[in-house]
């Protein structure tokens, strides 16, 4: 089975994939004024325990780091339970639809998490109003450099049920289970990004090894003034 390079390259120190170093890159860039070198060191940083981080998802290495901040959150998703229900001690979400107040949220996480939602631009806009202004939504998808100009459609959604588009394909959740993928996102992420109220940008992890430079994180800011709908 092929592994994707944003799934190799662990970090020396902390084991973690490509993927997972380009997010903390991006996070600790985004937080650059708290000077932090690494997301250990911001983690500790009492301006950054502060702020409200909701990361929906139960695996991957920032919960080790973030879970003890004071208004950290994680969610999953199970499909029987309404939003903000407990399952276990984890909060469900919906991210189509997320019971969190509007303009609450300091800093989204997500880690290749929007491409198993069924409509993608209402999770972004869910996004867009939980976050404040100024506040980020970093995040990763599948893709890679160079990336495909135009988001590829791999599920028909405009029913009630999915229609596969393309052979279908899973991702692991995290619990042993597995997500159909609903989408292959291209750069036009960004413009839908923008429609929500974002500034967004990439963040591509940049060494001296051309290969390892395929794996980017998206980064998200919401702009002022942008209004908290439903």
């Not at 990361?55 to 998703?77: D, M, N, Q, V, W």
């Not at 229609?163 to 609903?182: A, K, W």
């Amino acid at each position: 089975m092929h592994i994707a390079i944003r799934e190799t390259y662990p970090c020396h120190n902390c084991r973690a994939s490509l993927r997972f170093r380009v997010q903390a890159e991006a996070i600790l860039r985004f937080y650059k004024d708290m000077q932090a070198r690494t997301i250990k060191e911001l983690a500790a940083i009492p301006d950054f325990k502060r702020l409200r981080i909701f990361e929906p998802g139960i695996s991957g290495p920032f919960r080790a780091l973030f879970g003890g901040l004071p208004h950290y959150t994680k969610s999953f998703y199970w499909s029987d339970l309404k939003s903000g229900e407990l399952r276990d001690g984890v909060v469900n979400e919906d991210l189509m639809n997320l019971s969190i107040p509007s303009g609450t949220v300091d800093l989204m996480i997500s880690s290749d998490v929007f491409e198993h939602i069924r409509h993608p631009d209402r999770g972004i806009a869910e996004s867009a109003r939980i976050l404040r202004s100024g506040g980020a939504h970093i995040f990763t998808v599948p893709t890679h450099v160079p990336i495909r100009e135009t988001t590829l459609k791999r599920v028909d959604v405009d029913g009630p049920q999915d229609l596969p588009i393309m052979e279908p394909r899973y991702h692991g959740d995290g619990r042993g289970g597995r997500s159909l993928v609903y989408n292959d996102f291209g750069r036009d992420i960004l413009d839908r990004l923008a429609i929500a109220g974002f500034e967004a940008s990439i963040h591509r992890h940049m060494t001296e090894e051309p290969i390892v430079c395929d794996a980017i994180a998206f980064v998200a800011v919401k702009l002022a003034g942008t209004s908290a709908r439903r």
